[in-house]
């Protein structure tokens, strides 16, 4: 089983740039898709961007262009490049990892979530 941290939230001016980390423990990272997602309280959480196993990323039409997914299997990384952020981007990001598995379903874990706050 996977596990997630999330770390590089804080508070940017609009128009700045964070990159946000999430870094898993546990065996077979590798074999998960991961995404980031967002959420602002009393609201669903929003796919913002995910990556698959083979490096293939798609983003949400809000952020494309702005925001960048990578991930390092080696580090067991999958950092989010923002840039030009917007004030209606405040919210709590969170990374998931999931991967289905014939025997089980769908398995997946969510990390704890970083605070972005966007605001002059």
């Known amino acids: 089983q996977v596990r997630l941290v999330e770390s590089g939230g804080g508070l940017v001016q609009p128009g700045g740039s964070l990159t946000l980390s999430c870094v898993g423990s546990?065996?077979?990272?590798?074999?998960?898709?991961v995404a980031w997602y967002r959420q602002v309280p009393g609201n669903q959480r929003e796919l913002v961007a995910s990556v698959t196993t083979s490096g293939v990323t798609k983003y949400s039409d809000s952020v494309k262009g702005r925001f960048t997914i990578t991930r390092d299997n080696a580090k067991k990384s999958v950092p989010l490049q923002m840039n030009n952020l917007r004030p209606e981007e405040t919210a709590r990001y969170y990374c998931r990892a999931e991967r289905f598995d014939y025997g089980r379903g769908l398995l997946g874990a969510w990390g704890q979530g970083t605070q972005v706050s966007v605001s002059a």
């Open positions: 546990g065996k077979s990272f590798e074999v998960y898709t």
